[in-house]
């Protein structure tokens, strides 16, 4: 009779990730952070902390467990692992041709008029590895010059503090420069040489317009002031469950201006979530009572 073998090991490890161990992290996860891993992303999660294991010298994810618990910054360390951070320059480009003929053009006649400031505040809530800020930073920079007196401010927030590191140093692989207009391509980045060659760095103008810092949209309330004209929050909401998509909801329109628009991922809907704004194109969203880029009121959301 063969003896008894121990349970084989899965890509986790040596040790693979129990189901009653994968229940408390898929709890203390979403306590965290909002976001909630459904059964099926067992073998994943286990994948992407087993190295975190190997550099504490721990045996089992119920010890890793136990020192999440007991560490801050082991926790944040954890988020890290477990956040997806795909994002790509010019994302929903439909959404920037929206801002290009529709918001800034409105923007800079009622500025003409006085009817507005020319101060510009913008949020963008996910901003993972820096792409979708310095995107929204070479448009608004190239349509609303500082010569004219435009004063451009975009906060960046995440949950992973690997991508803000990643986002704050500017830096990319140059074929990422297929995804920027070659206008603004030449214009606001700055392409390597020597050992930096085959990167490119975006130039001092957009990068002087971001400030990064680090958030959790699971924690409220938001340490950040309102009023902003541009909140972007997208391919985050389709991470949480109903409950946490309507209190993230009801938090980022309570930041938004009254004249602001919100903008989400091509996945994602505000259907369901809130009566307190509409659509004012796909997905892009502005407060209920809010004329300012229709002309009129529409419908509540069904």
């Known amino acids: 009779m063969d003896k008894p073998r121990n349970p084989a090991p899965d890509a986790a490890g040596e040790h693979p990730l129990r189901k009653d161990e994968f229940r408390a992290f898929q709890d203390l996860i979403h306590r965290e952070s909002g976001i909630f891993l459904a059964d099926h992303k067992q073998a994943l999660l286990g994948g992407r902390l087993h190295s975190r294991l190997r550099a504490l010298g721990l045996a089992t994810y119920g010890d890793y467990f136990k020192a999440v618990q007991k560490d801050e910054a082991e926790r944040i360390e954890m988020l890290d692992r477990i956040s997806t951070n795909e994002t790509h320059f010019f994302r929903e480009p439909h959404q920037f041709e929206f801002l290009k003929t529709r918001v800034l053009p409105r923007w800079m006649e009622d500025a003409r008029a006085g009817t507005r400031s020319r101060s510009i505040r913008i949020w963008s809530a996910a901003c993972s590895t820096g792409e979708e800020p310095y995107s929204i930073a070479m448009l608004l920079l190239d349509q609303l010059p500082a010569s004219e007196g435009w004063s451009i401010e975009i906060l960046a927030t995440d949950l992973s503090t690997r991508v803000l590191q990643r986002a704050k140093d500017a830096v990319w692989r140059i074929e990422k420069a297929e995804e920027i207009p070659t206008p603004y391509l030449k214009a606001f ?28 949209l699971n924690s409220r309330p938001y340490p950040v002031p309102g009023g902003f004209d541009l909140i972007f929050c997208r391919n985050v909401l389709i991470y949480f469950n109903a409950a946490t998509k309507v209190n993230v909801v009801e938090e980022l329109l309570a930041h938004l201006s009254p004249a602001g628009l919100l903008f989400l991922g091509h996945a994602e809907s505000l259907h369901g979530l809130t009566e307190r704004a509409r659509s004012v194109g796909p997905t892009i969203y502005a407060p209920l009572q809010s004329t300012y880029f229709s002309g009129q009121k529409l419908p509540r959301l069904r």
């Open 189 to 216: 980045m700055l392409q390597g040489t020597g050992p930096e060659q085959g990167k490119m760095k975006a130039g001092p103008e957009i990068r002087s317009l971001v400030t990064f810092s680090r958030m959790n």
